[in-house]
């Protein structure tokens, strides 16, 4: 699965790009006057294949997973809160949900790795393991582990494809995540963990700085090869963020937009690129956040986020709250006048 996944990853489609800004420019605006939305709907326009490309509805997927380093006193939180949070997720008292029903988009909720037990009909169950085991001790998970978890989240995204919907975003949920993002980005980036750790879910200096000590000393224990994705993975990641690496590769493996959302997302999406370069294509990226890595992680690839609202919340806000500006990129598109049906003269053929 995963490999036939990335072999059918094709670059974006730039024929379309011609006819698109042809259409821009013959809109009843001056030339370039709409900005990024003008960009972003010929970024879409690559990504679909489509002269007219088109975003709604869109899907959210949530994954969630408990992390055995959340032992080290790494978050503000316990562990539980992460199957708790599901249960809000699912009852649909989350930001995230909220968010997602302004944008009308199709919610899953999946549980590819929460410690304990996870009730409710509205949860997928796609469980590879319990939790990964805590990195300051042993690797987070097998390689096998890890391409299971990836394969989750390939399959998430084929049934959002499958469900219609033309754009992905997609979140997550995991006390302690934060840390083994960080962890992964340090061996990424290659940048002391000191520029990388942030708050995550509120924590004080003093834990903050026991937190960077705890990824420094999983670092050297685990010696991952940077070089090697799947590896870093098992060593030091998550089973919620694997997933969403996977998530993104099957949405750019059926050619759908997708918008990152924050810190823990864009990790997970720098990842993905390790292992499909292609994908970088696919990726719109939705927000810039607190997190003090996000800004390494965005630099690595060469991304522009379309909002700074100082959050840092995770599940995929960001990028629900970011999708009104690439709906409204298409719809300028498709929906404006241009000078010749409006009966406007050109401005480029006045003095």
């Known amino acids: 699965m995963l490999a036939e996944t990335l072999a059918s990853i094709s670059a974006v489609d730039e024929s379309p790009s011609g006819p698109v800004q042809a259409r821009l420019d013959s809109l009843t605006k001056p030339p370039g006057s709409l900005g990024r939305l003008e960009s972003l709907v010929l970024e879409l326009s690559g990504m679909s294949g489509e002269?007219?490309?088109?975003?709604t509805p869109p899907g959210v997927i949530v994954f969630a997973a408990d992390h055995g380093v959340a032992e080290e006193g790494v978050s503000a939180f316990p562990q539980e809160v992460t199957a708790q949070m599901v249960a809000n997720f699912v009852g649909g008292g989350a930001a995230i949900n909220v968010?997602?029903?302004?944008?009308?988009?199709?919610?899953?909720v999946i549980d590819v790795g929460v410690k304990g037990d996870v009730e409710g009909a509205g949860v997928v169950h796609d469980k590879?393991?319990?939790?990964?085991?805590?990195?300051?001790?042993?690797?987070?998970?097998?390689?096998?582990?890890?391409?299971?978890a990836i394969e989750v989240g390939i399959h998430a995204a084929e049934r959002?494809?499958?469900?219609?919907?033309?754009?992905?975003?997609?979140?997550?949920m995991g006390i302690a995540n934060t840390t083994a993002?960080?962890?992964?980005?340090?061996?990424?980036?290659?940048?002391?963990?000191?520029?990388?750790?942030?708050?995550?879910?509120?924590?004080?200096?003093?834990?903050?700085?026991?937190?960077?000590?705890?990824?420094a000393n999983a670092l050297a224990a685990r010696r991952a090869d940077s070089s090697q994705p799947l590896e870093l993975l098992a060593?030091?990641?998550?089973?919620?963020?694997?997933?969403?690496?996977?998530?993104?590769?099957?949405?750019?493996?059926?050619?759908?937009?997708?918008?990152?959302?924050?810190?823990?997302?864009?990790?997970?999406a720098l990842l993905a690129c390790r292992l499909a370069?292609?994908?970088?294509?696919?990726?719109?990226?939705?927000?810039?956040?607190?997190?003090?890595?996000?800004?390494?992680?965005?630099?690595?690839?060469?991304?522009?986020?379309?909002?700074?609202?100082?959050?840092?919340?995770?599940?995929?806000?960001?990028?629900?709250?970011?999708?009104?500006?690439?709906?409204?990129?298409?719809?300028?598109?498709?929906?404006?006048?241009?000078?010749?049906?409006?009966?406007?003269a050109d401005g480029g053929s006045t003095a």
């Open 51 to 55: 002269t007219l490309p088109t975003v």
């Open 99 to 108: 968010f997602a029903r302004q944008i009308g988009a199709r919610l899953e």
């Open 128 to 148: 590879v393991r319990r939790g990964t085991a805590n990195v300051a001790r042993e690797d987070a998970m097998s390689l096998a582990e890890a391409e299971r």
């Open 160 to 172: 959002s494809h499958a469900a219609g919907c033309r754009c992905l975003i997609v979140g997550e």
């Open 181 to 215: 993002s960080s962890a992964l980005l340090a061996a990424l980036s290659g940048q002391p963990v000191s520029r990388l750790v942030g708050q995550g879910t509120g924590i004080a200096p003093a834990q903050l700085a026991h937190k960077a000590e705890v990824i």
């Open 235 to 268: 060593k030091l990641g998550g089973l919620e963020i694997a997933a969403m690496a996977g998530a993104y590769l099957g949405a750019a493996a059926r050619r759908m937009p997708i918008l990152v959302d924050g810190f823990i997302a864009t990790v997970a």
């Open 277 to 344: 370069p292609e994908l970088r294509g696919y990726l719109l990226f939705a927000h810039r956040s607190c997190e003090p890595g996000h800004d390494i992680a965005l630099e690595l690839l060469e991304a522009r986020p379309l909002l700074d609202l100082q959050l840092r919340l995770g599940e995929g806000t960001g990028a629900a709250l970011a999708f009104p500006l690439l709906e409204a990129a298409c719809r300028m598109l498709a929906e404006m006048a241009t000078f010749d049906s409006a009966g406007v």
